[in-house]
């Protein structure tokens, strides 16, 4: 049998997404020994109920002494406190990788505390759900997943390498970007889209009593939709919010033009506006589809 891509992997936070790889790396035998180190002892706890980890606690000393492969899954408003508590304890020769939703900001507060003896490759799997903590996780998540590698220039390639195997031996496939391009990508693809599903949400909630039953009641699948996304957690989305600061604050901005475009059609009766963009929009659907099945 050969030997397994890392001795010990240590999973920094055991939430949706590190409890996932925790199920994942098992599977496909990808750690000798998989261990984390989390806040809250009750998440410890869970996790060693589940049996998804070998060891838990959050005394990074212990943790980290063993640990080729450190995979920081925290919410990205906690990855300078990461920082300062696993740097001093890092083994010299690891790899420290992370799956925040964001990337240019847990560089700029994780890196300054790693030791110049690590490898740091930032990553973020395009794959997630709407719960979150350890129970949550499933093997399967990352499965024809993308995900996104961010590493700075001058990283080992050998490092960059030992991450795309981790990631592709899960089922994902690997794109690598630079960290501010990810961050304008997914304030598109991703952040605006869940600030709109917290809005709408949050409007149909404020609306009086009757209409609001009325919308519980009738809620036809668009609404639904949004009331999934709109059911993320809140402190991983307000660290998110937080911490892309610039680029949603400019993608929000063309948004509202677009909106106000579209207002303004409604009110003047602009059929052809009205028509000519939804045609536009149904043709961006079908293009996702067709590259997913090409
Ligand atoms: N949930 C999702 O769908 C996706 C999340 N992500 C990113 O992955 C990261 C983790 O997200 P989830 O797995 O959903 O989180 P989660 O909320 O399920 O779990 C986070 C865990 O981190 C622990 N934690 C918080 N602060 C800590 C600290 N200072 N030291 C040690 N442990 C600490 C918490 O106790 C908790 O167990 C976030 O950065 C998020 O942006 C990325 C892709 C998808
Ligand atoms: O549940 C959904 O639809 C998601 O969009 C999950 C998700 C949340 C955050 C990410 O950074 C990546 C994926």
């Given at each position: 049998m050969s030997s397994p891509l890392f001795g010990t992997i240590c999973l920094v936070g055991i939430g949706l997404i590190n409890s996932s790889i925790a199920r994942a790396a098992r599977l496909h035998g990808l750690a000798a020994r998989i261990v984390t180190l989390d806040a809250s002892e009750q998440a410890c706890e869970t996790a060693l109920r589940l049996g998804i980890v070998d060891a838990a606690g959050s005394d990074p000393a212990a943790l980290l002494a063993e640990a080729d492969l450190i995979m920081v899954g925290t919410p990205v408003g906690a990855m300078a406190a990461v920082g300062q508590a696993i740097g001093p304890h890092l083994k010299a020769g690891a790899i420290v990788s992370d799956v925040g939703s964001v990337k240019m900001a847990v560089v700029r507060d994780l890196?300054?505390?790693?030791?110049?003896t690590v490898h740091f490759v930032p990553g973020h799997p395009i794959a997630g759900t709407e719960h979150s903590g350890p129970?949550?996780?499933?093997?399967?998540?990352?499965?024809g997943r993308w995900c996104i590698l961010t590493p700075l220039p001058g990283t080992d390639p050998g490092a960059i390498d030992k991450v795309t195997q981790l990631w592709t031996a899960m089922g994902s496939m690997i794109e690598i970007m630079e960290p501010l391009h990810h961050d304008k990508v997914l304030a598109i693809t991703s952040h605006l889209p869940h600030l709109i599903a917290y809005t709408i949400v949050g409007t149909a909630s404020d609306l009086e009593g009757d209409m609001q039953q009325e919308v519980i009641k009738f809620s036809a699948s668009g609404f639904r939709d949004f009331t999934r996304i709109a059911a993320s957690d809140p402190i991983m989305w307000r660290d998110i919010f937080l911490n892309n600061k610039e680029a949603v604050l400019e993608i929000i901005q063309r948004f509202t033009e677009d909106l106000t475009a579209l207002q303004r059609a409604i009110r003047w009766g602009e059929a052809e506006t009205l028509e000519t963009h939804f045609r536009e929009t149904r043709a961006i659907r079908r293009a996702i589809i067709d590259a997913k099945q090409a």
């Open positions: 890196l300054p505390h790693l030791p110049d129970e949550a996780g499933f093997a399967e998540l990352f499965q």
